[in-house]
């Protein structure tokens, strides 16, 4: 079993900066790729930014030079950096990894797909 707790949201004035913090804890043999996904009422959930294993890393276009995500692989955690925040950034924000949980899930190439609970970050004044 594995858990993502998420943590760093909360209400910020326009301009301001979070920093979003996801740690994964439980069964892990291996993680590939680590990202965040943001979803508002009404919407469907789209990606943020992810990273590789080898530190590839892509973003959204609305977040481009914004937003900066990293990963700890020593702590199995990623995080998101998000400065020059937008009234559009609200929305509750989710965590996800791609991971093989045991040694033989990794040879044998199943991967499971986790989610974070999400957590809640308001851009308002």
């Known amino acids: 079993q594995v858990q993502l707790v998420e943590s760093g949201g909360g209400l910020v004035q326009p301009g301001g900066s979070l920093r979003l913090s996801c740690a994964a804890s439980g069964s892990i043999f291996s993680i590939y790729a680590m990202g965040w996904y943001r979803q508002t009422p009404g919407s469907q959930r789209e990606q943020v930014a992810a990273?590789?294993?080898?530190?590839?890393?892509i973003y959204a276009d609305s977040v481009k030079g914004r937003f900066t995500i990293s990963r700890d692989d020593a702590k199995n955690t990623v995080y998101l950096q998000m400065n020059s925040l937008k009234p559009d950034d609200t929305a509750v924000y989710y965590c996800?990894?791609?991971?093989?949980?045991?040694?033989?899930?990794?040879?044998?190439?199943?991967?499971?797909?986790?989610w974070g609970q999400g957590t809640l970050v308001t851009v308002s004044s």
């Open positions: 990273i590789t294993s080898g530190g590839s890393i």
């Open positions: 996800n990894v791609d991971l093989s949980p045991t040694y033989s899930d990794f040879v044998a190439a199943r991967r499971l797909d986790a």
